[in-house]
């Protein structure tokens, strides 16, 4: 099997001003550290911040200038997500870029996390591409992990490492990496959950192997996260089990069950009594204070930490 390796990248990032350009400067040193990367992925939302005012057209310019970085450095690139201004909706959309520099697909994510999305559209298409010689990635974005069906859905149609760019900088954090370790572990693949730092998020990425266990976890510092991974665990693990144990996907493919309550037009009194889906009035108003949050916390004095180290090899 061929060797191939992913970095994360876990950076600050602004909701004020873009962060293109700290993103290619970022990417340029990643690959003078570590010229043998073969995959480099960013965190949601990254490029301009989490506020739909900053929506762009895709394709755009802010495409077609990843496109050049991952054509100059020859490597496979997810340059974490923008929103996307589309036929009158907005989309918190993804690229996924090869090494010649040519977008092979794109996922915009399913479900918007509200408060912070409201505006924007869900998705509907799921995401999976081939890496020739490697195997079979799917994308996720964020919020999508919290719908376990979302990630079962691209393991069903042969994800064999799943990128999930995110922006988090809320208490659920702690949630979210049990989550991530989780859908590692059912679903019997690698799983890439990237976050940023400042208004891109509470940093804390998480990289988890196809049994569940972390290869590695970041701090909440700016880091570089390079990890090769070995697809034959994946495989093994779908073939003998999780720790030659438990066999999800096989239990799953071979379930005695229909999951027929999720067939259109079925009733579902439970959900339905729930009330609806709590979105907030204030649109503009959250925004702009997000903004003057984020302009107060930059003129304070502040000692940043950045980490280039590799991480400790995980025997997984």
Same mark, same amino acid.
């Given at each position: 099997?061929?060797?191939?390796?992913?970095?994360?990248?876990?950076?600050?990032?602004?909701?004020?001003?873009?962060?293109?350009?700290?993103?290619?400067? *970022?990417?340029?040193?990643?690959?003078?550290?570590?010229? &043998?990367?073969?995959?480099?992925?960013?965190?949601?939302?990254?490029?301009?911040?989490?506020?739909?005012?900053?929506?762009?057209?895709?394709?755009?310019?802010? /495409?077609?200038?990843?496109?050049?970085?991952?054509?100059?450095?020859?490597? &496979?690139?997810?340059?974490?997500?923008?929103?996307?201004?589309?036929?009158?909706?907005?989309?918190?959309?993804?690229?996924?870029?090869?090494?010649?520099?040519?977008?092979?697909?794109?996922?915009? *994510?399913?479900?918007?996390?509200?408060?912070?999305?409201?505006?924007?559209?869900?998705?509907? /298409?799921?995401?999976?591409?081939?890496?020739?010689?490697?195997?079979?990635?799917?994308?996720?974005?964020?919020?999508?992990? &919290?719908?376990?069906?979302?990630?079962?859905?691209?393991?069903?149609?042969?994800?064999?490492?799943?990128?999930?760019?995110?922006?988090?900088?809320?208490?659920?954090?702690?949630?979210?990496?049990?989550?991530?370790? =989780?859908?590692?572990?059912?679903?019997?693949?690698?799983?890439?959950?990237?976050?940023?730092?400042?208004?891109?998020?509470?940093?804390?990425?998480?990289?988890?192997?196809?049994?569940?266990?972390?290869?590695?976890?970041?701090?909440?510092?700016?880091?570089?996260?390079?990890?090769?991974?070995?697809?034959?665990?994946?495989?093994? @693990?779908? /073939?003998?089990?999780?720790?030659?144990?438990?066999?999800?996907? *096989? @239990?799953?493919?071979?379930?005695?069950?229909?999951?027929?309550?999720? =067939?259109?037009?079925?009733?579902?009194?439970?959900?339905?009594?729930?009330?609806?889906?709590?979105?907030?009035?204030?649109?503009?108003?959250?925004?702009?204070?997000?903004?003057?949050?984020?302009?107060?916390?930059?003129?304070?004095?502040?000692?940043?930490?950045?980490?280039?180290?590799?991480?400790?090899?995980?025997?997984?």
């Amino acid at each position: 099997m061929k060797p191939f390796s992913i970095a994360g990248i876990q950076m600050r990032t602004s909701s004020a001003v873009p962060n293109v350009e700290a993103m290619k400067t *970022k990417l340029d040193l990643l690959m003078a550290i570590y010229p &043998w990367v073969d995959m480099v992925m960013f965190s949601e939302l990254c490029a301009f911040g989490p506020h739909i005012v900053h929506a762009q057209s895709v394709p755009g310019e802010f /495409e077609q200038e990843m496109c050049a970085m991952a054509a100059k450095h020859g490597i &496979w690139l997810l340059p974490g997500s923008i929103f996307e201004k589309r036929e009158g909706h907005i989309y918190n959309t993804a690229s996924v870029i090869d090494p010649e520099g040519s977008v092979v697909t794109r996922y915009r *994510k399913m479900f918007p996390f509200y408060p912070y999305e409201v505006g924007v559209t869900g998705g509907n /298409e799921f995401c999976v591409f081939d890496i020739p010689d490697v195997g079979r990635f799917g994308v996720s974005i964020c919020y999508d992990m &919290w719908i376990p069906e979302t990630t079962r859905t691209l393991a069903v149609m042969g994800a064999e490492v799943i990128l999930h760019p995110t922006l988090t900088g809320t208490i659920d954090r702690e949630i979210e990496l049990s989550i991530a370790r =989780a859908s590692a572990a059912t679903n019997q693949c690698y799983f890439f959950d990237i976050n940023g730092l400042d208004a891109g998020g509470s940093g804390r990425s998480i990289v988890c192997g196809p049994e569940g266990r972390v290869i590695y976890q970041a701090d909440v510092n700016e880091e570089f996260i390079p990890i090769e991974i070995n697809l034959e665990k994946v495989r093994r @693990s779908r /073939e003998l089990g999780v720790l030659r144990l438990g066999q999800p996907l *096989k @239990s799953f493919r071979d379930r005695p069950v229909d999951f027929g309550i999720y =067939a259109p037009g079925v009733k579902h009194p439970h959900l339905e009594s729930l009330g609806p889906l709590i979105k907030p009035q204030r649109v503009q108003e959250l925004t702009e204070l997000e903004v003057k949050d984020e302009t107060r916390a930059h003129e304070l004095p502040k000692h940043i930490i950045s980490a280039y180290r590799p991480p400790t090899e995980n025997p997984e």
